[in-house]
């Protein structure tokens, strides 16, 4: 018997991955090779070029974007459709509609990362189809409430999310199944009354060759990784560094806050004493060694978080926020220090530096979890299971 041919439609393969969301578009690939022969078209590159930099993946198309914004009449229209097409705002151009249609007929599975890249088309339902949700967009919006700071805002807010709902309550109709980042957005979706299997594949990070070690340095640091392009890290950031590090600073005088990831040395990069914008380093274990704790001061967003994966993996002790933490189903002080107002989350950092061998032995036990959930040699089953399940459906 053939082996199934499979297609994966992506905006974020790249060859060297600079993001969390980009590590798991690549190691989602790597395991559906695993399944049968992977095609990928690649979603808003139209130069040939880029496909020498995306590894060992084969690049059969790419498809260009173009803005389909939401005002007037097709605004409210967009409030109240459950189907109404683009509700991204964002449409693929003609040649990429024919494109995909084409290449759908011809695959025994197709395999869309995120919902925001299946709704560029405007076909409604995708037979032999999985979409990657990844990130659920009325639990986006939901997040949004705490931060509001007027009624109307709060208002124009719940209605955005009251519309999605409605739209994530549809997926059945459109997808074979469905993936998700976590268990609490596979129960979300089923208190919605999605019609549709449902399959978690998490976010992680690879196994360390070697067991990590760590070399925390004097004066201690705080550390943050994450891509600044991405507005829940950086405005994260910039609330902690308003907030929270006066009070770590008036506790610690020489503590230092060290910043990594793609433009986090770029003009979002925020103004402080002792803080250190080091931007995208393409090997970030050294500098995590060094830091007391990764901080994770996010107020916004869905689906999880890979840095606190990638932290785990190194036995680096973390500090979040409840958001932040999202999906880990931590335990304040055995898993990871937890803060949501500027002072729990400030005296929580303050713990990690003051206590580091409590600090290190939480991280220990977190180590422990992540070697048996959150390795991508561990994810790789679920993306390979999921794929053979939407075969199977099919085929039945």
Request: net charge positive; with cysteine.
């Amino acid at each position: 018997m053939r082996s199934p041919r499979i297609l994966y439609v992506t905006p974020y393969l790249s060859g060297v991955p600079t993001s969390a969301t980009e590590l798991r578009t690549a190691h989602i690939a790597r395991a559906l090779q695993a399944v049968g022969e992977l095609e990928v078209i690649a979603v808003d590159d139209d130069s040939e070029s880029e496909a020498n930099s995306r590894g060992p993946f084969h690049v059969v198309g790419h498809i260009g974007t173009e803005t389909r914004a939401n005002r007037g009449l097709n605004k409210a229209r967009w409030l109240l459709d459950r189907r109404v097409r683009y509700p991204h705002g964002m449409a693929a151009d003609a040649r990429g509609v024919q494109l995909i249609r084409n290449a759908a007929r011809e695959f025994d599975l197709i395999w869309f990362f995120k919902l925001r890249t299946a709704n560029l088309f405007p076909d409604w339902a995708w037979q032999r189809s999985v979409v990657d949700i990844d990130d659920v967009p009325s639990l986006f919006e939901r997040s949004l409430l705490s931060s509001d700071s007027s009624a109307g805002a709060r208002l124009t807010t719940m209605l955005r999310m009251w519309s999605w709902q409605r739209r994530e309550r549809l997926l059945g109709e459109r997808f074979t199944m469905l993936t998700v980042c976590s268990e609490a957005d596979k129960t979300y979706l089923a208190q919605l009354g999605v019609a549709a299997p449902v399959r978690v594949v998490a976010n992680g990070y690879e196994r360390p060759a070697t067991p990590p070690v760590r070399r925390p340095a004097s004066p201690p640091r705080l550390g943050f990784i994450g891509v600044f392009d991405h507005a829940p890290n950086a405005e994260g950031v910039q609330w902690f560094v308003r907030h929270c590090w006066p009070i770590v600073k008036r506790e610690i005088p020489d503590a230092r806050l060290r910043l990594i990831g793609r433009f986090t040395d770029g003009p979002l990069s925020p103004a402080g004493p002792d803080i250190d914008a080091l931007g995208y380093l393409p090997d970030p274990n050294d500098e995590i060694a060094t830091w007391a704790a990764m901080i994770v001061p996010v107020h916004t967003g869905a689906g999880t978080r890979g840095k606190i994966a990638h932290a785990y993996s190194q036995k680096c002790p973390v500090v979040s926020t409840p958001l932040g933490a999202y999906g880990y189903d931590p335990i304040h002080g055995r898993d990871m220090f937890l803060g949501q107002t500027p002072e729990q989350f400030a005296d929580a950092c303050v713990r990690a530096i003051q206590r580091p061998d409590a600090a290190a032995e939480m991280a220990e036990r977190a180590s422990q979890r992540f070697l048996n959930e959150w390795t991508w040699d561990a994810i790789r089953s679920q993306v390979c299971a999921t794929a053979q399940q939407c075969l199977k459906r099919e085929a039945a």
